[in-house]
């Protein structure tokens, strides 16, 4: 079993997508060793433990991806983060082999990407899985408009229908008006845009989103995160983030895949991550995050009363514990966690305080079954 898979936390209902089925991209222990005769590494465990720096001492090898194992399930935004070096960039151009796996399985809809020849990557990259990159490579003698119907140009698609689709996605990133323009007269977050247009445009199954923000002001990155989310929202398209802020990661992720010297240390939702975290790199990762904005009330409910079950404020269980915080001092009484008519429980003044100061775990309820777990 690879360490992904040993470090993965309990699914929940937000973890599923919509709800089963094959999942969009299928991951097993996958590797990416860039170095003389790097296939040799993923089959020789006595080399598995060694440091980045002690496996480049040995073997004249850098493992920019080791033994990685995950699924991204159709519908959810599947985050992977780490610092610089952690391998995240690589493993997401494996996902459509712009970079070569060393060994592993890799599988978008249950077909196996490694399999593919020149012309099915090609419908892959084309149609299936668009990438958004940070440095948006624009044509800069082309309009917006253009730009993004580009794609299609390339897919053969009529310049009437190109056309009709491209004005359809510049509207939709909040590009009107400016479809005339050149990249070079527009801001960095409008060039952003334009990219995002782009790959929106052809309709792809995934996008995959290389740190598509990282270069941009932090209010116009604060913009293109919240862009992000809308389109989600409105389409409840597959995407893959790739991004090295924490953040960044909690705001936009169903789960978060947290990297380091090419493994996965844990992968779970933002709640499972900052409420239990794995080990003490992710521990310290993610030290200084507000709790308070990140834990749902689920993890600080416990049993109503007969009398509590029936009276005072209410809130859906993936209510967070800041807003509880606000009920319960509104109220001054224990708010009721409402699944429908059914109360799951309740949360109090010293279960909220518990949570916030990390005293809690992130799992004080049964995932999905709105049972308190002793």
């Known amino acids: 079993m690879s360490e992904a898979a040993v470090t993965t ?8 997508g919509e709800g089963g089925g094959n999942p969009v991209f299928a991951v097993k222990n996958l590797w990416k060793v860039f170095g003389p005769k790097a296939e040799r590494i993923p089959e020789d465990t006595s080399l598995h433990g060694l440091s980045p720096a002690e496996l480049r001492e040995q073997t004249g090898c850098t493992a920019a991806v080791r033994d990685v194992s995950f699924e991204v399930n159709k519908g959810e935004v599947f985050v992977v983060m780490g ?8 493993l997401v151009r494996c996902l459509t082999r712009l970079i070569e796996p060393t060994s592993g399985a890799l599988s978008i809809d249950g077909e196996d990407v490694l399999a593919m020849d020149k012309a099915r990557l090609r419908e892959l990259r084309r149609h299936r899985a668009a990438m958004v990159f940070q440095h948006f490579g624009l044509l800069p003698h082309r309009s ?6 580009y794609g299609l140009e390339i897919q053969g698609v009529g310049k009437a229908e190109r056309r009709a689709k491209a004005l359809e996605v510049v509207a939709k990133v909040g590009l009107d008006g400016l479809e005339q323009r050149k990249p070079g007269q527009l801001s960095g977050g409008q060039q952003q845009r334009v990219g995002l247009a782009r790959a929106l445009a052809v309709d792809p199954e995934v996008l995959l989103f290389d740190e598509p923000f990282s270069a941009l002001d932090p209010l116009i990155r604060r913009d293109m995160q919240e862009e992000v989310v809308r389109l989600h929202r409105e389409e409840g398209r597959t995407m893959v983030f790739i991004t090295h802020d924490l953040s960044e990661a909690l705001k936009l992720g169903d789960r978060i895949a947290l990297m380091r010297d090419g493994r996965v240390v844990q992968l779970g939702t933002p709640e499972e991550i900052v409420g239990s975290p794995a080990d003490d790199y992710v521990r310290d990762f993610v030290r200084d995050v507000a ?6 009330v689920r993890s600080a409910m416990r ?20 807003e509880a915080i606000e009920a319960v001092a509104r109220s001054g009484f224990p708010v009721r966690v409402m699944d429908g008519k059914r109360c799951l429980g309740v949360v109090d003044h010293a279960g909220l305080l518990d949570v916030v100061a990390g005293t809690t775990s992130a799992a004080r309820t049964a995932p999905g079954k709105g049972e308190v777990v002793a």
């Open 9 to 16: 936390s309990t699914d929940t209902d937000k973890t599923s």
């Open 83 to 90: 610092l610089s070096g952690s391998g995240k960039s690589t």
């Open 144 to 149: 917006v408009l253009d730009n993004v119907a």
């Open 291 to 296: 709790r308070a904005d990140v834990m749902t």
């Open 303 to 322: 049993p109503a009363d007969a009398d509590e079950e029936s009276r005072g404020a209410a809130l859906a269980p993936d209510a967070k514990v800041a």
